[in-house]
């Protein structure tokens, strides 16, 4: 992420850069959310992919990866009656995302027995 953003950190206008840090800094995170919340969500080993755009105003990043509710050997159990990815940890995840998005879309497609998530989310890039 810090590559792919990397123009907007070194653009030449320092006034540019200053409006635009903390909507790097959230492009960050956003992205450090998404792809933890596909990786708990899938089998070890299951491929996952990120996608980041950006134009002058905002960043749309996209997570795209397996979404494995029957198999998920590296989360504790759930507590009895929760469902999985319903915790105090995953309601956080969804907190954060939420305050610091613009914009956040979850779709979900079915196929070949395994369900395939992809998560958009935008953050405006303008700052004071």
Do not use: W
Not at 30 to 43: C, F, M, P
Not at 78 to 92: I, V
């Amino acid at each position: 992420m810090e590559f792919a953003l990397h123009p907007l950190l070194c653009a030449p206008d320092i006034h540019f850069r200053a409006a635009h840090q903390s909507g790097v800094d959230n492009a960050l995170l956003v992205a450090s959310e998404l792809i933890t919340d596909a990786l708990t969500r899938s089998t070890p080993g299951a491929p996952c992919e990120l996608t980041c755009t950006f134009d002058r105003y905002k960043v749309t990043i996209s997570v795209t990866g397996p979404y494995d509710t029957a198999t998920r050997p590296c989360l504790p159990p759930s507590p009895p009656g929760q469902r999985p990815g319903t915790g105090k940890l995953h309601t956080l995840r969804q907190r954060i995302l939420h305050a610091i998005t613009d914009h956040l879309q979850i779709t979900r497609r079915p196929g070949g027995g395994r369900t395939t998530t992809t998560t958009t989310a935008t953050i405006l890039l303008t700052g004071p």
